[in-house]
């Protein structure tokens, strides 16, 4: 087992305990780290711990890691209160995608760290140029994108906005890489950054084969099955995640072709053509979804991130 350098930062602090919150908190508690995990969500925040202590399994099961689930566990703090943050060399948000909410986060957050912090977002959707606007030392900001599960998948993306000091760059890879991550920067901020504009791309030409006739959208082993989908999308395999279902929904649809159309007695080409607008609109639709908006009509606010998703899937 290889030993694990030790991490530049020697404390780091993880805002919001969902899915990814907690997936990171395990990550820098697997490489040895003290851990703060805030969030004001007192149930998720209890639960944490158990979540934690399953991640850590998994990784000693690899053989990735020596120490055993409750150790791992045991180095992060739970806490409900900001200011529990105030002595960390670094501090990632990962709560939801809502730039008004990030942005008042943020704010009360420069009220309690000292100026030289380093302050991250795990946004996937959200450009850092726009997330950094309520900052006094916006220096010290950039995205830092790990990809869902964490502890599984160690691509993480580092997106720096037009202020970010070149050593904060530094400090944040050289971490990255000490924790047993492969960081990525991405030196000019892009909506999708990068690995999101690969998915969408290979999705779009998904999509493209199967409207040609060239391919069907599946194979009988897949169609009756609860998963689906290339091993490319894997960072959405859990199955409470809400892009997984909408995953789902691409996959598992049987879209209009010939073949089709002429089993249902729809043969005709006018009917052939409805029906395939009818689907570009409806996968428009739920590329959407996936991208985090409410365009599948769920009734849910849009978010800000969808207008990235729209000038990519217009490309």
């Not at 979540?51 to 053989?63: D, M, N, T, V």
């Not at 906005?161 to 400090?171: C, D, G, Q």
């Not at 099955?225 to 649809?253: I, K, M, V």
Request: with cysteine.
């Amino acid at each position: 087992m290889a030993q694990i350098p030790s991490p530049v930062f020697s404390t780091a602090s993880v805002i919001g305990s969902g899915l990814m919150g907690t997936g990171i908190a395990a990550v820098f508690a697997a490489a040895k780290m003290k851990v703060t995990l805030i969030d004001t969500d007192e149930k998720r925040l209890g639960e944490s711990k158990s979540r934690i202590q399953g991640i850590a399994a998994e990784l000693l099961s690899a053989q990735l890691i020596e120490d055993s689930p409750d150790a791992v566990a045991a180095r992060v703090d739970c806490a409900s209160d900001l200011a529990a943050c105030k002595e960390s060399d670094l501090i990632l948000e990962a709560i939801f995608e809502n730039l008004d909410a990030k942005h008042a986060l943020y704010t009360q957050l420069e009220q309690i760290v000292s100026p030289s912090t380093i302050i991250g977002s795990n946004t996937s959707g959200l450009l850092p140029s726009a997330l950094c606007r309520p900052f006094r030392h916006p220096e010290r900001f950039l995205v830092i994108h790990f990809w869902n599960p964490p502890h599984a998948i160690p691509l993480v993306e580092v997106v720096p906005n037009p202020a970010t000091k070149p050593e904060v760059i530094e400090s944040v890879l050289q971490f990255l890489r000490s924790v047993r991550c492969d960081p990525v920067l991405v030196a000019k901020e892009i909506p999708g950054f990068i690995g999101n504009r690969l998915q969408y791309a290979v999705l779009r030409e998904a999509l493209a084969i199967v409207r040609s006739g060239a391919a069907t959208s599946g194979s009988g082993r897949h169609r009756d099955e609860s998963f689906s989908g290339p091993a490319l999308f894997g960072r959405w395999s859990d199955r409470n995640c809400r892009p997984r279902r909408a995953r789902h929904f691409l996959y598992h649809r049987e879209l209009p072709h010939a073949a089709t159309s002429e089993r249902r007695g729809r043969s005709s080409i006018d009917e052939r053509e409805s029906s395939s607008r009818k689907d570009r609109t409806a996968f428009r639709r739920r590329f959407l979804f996936l991208a985090g908006g409410a365009s599948s009509g769920s009734g849910r606010p849009p978010e800000p991130r969808v207008a990235a998703a729209q000038e990519i899937s217009n490309q």
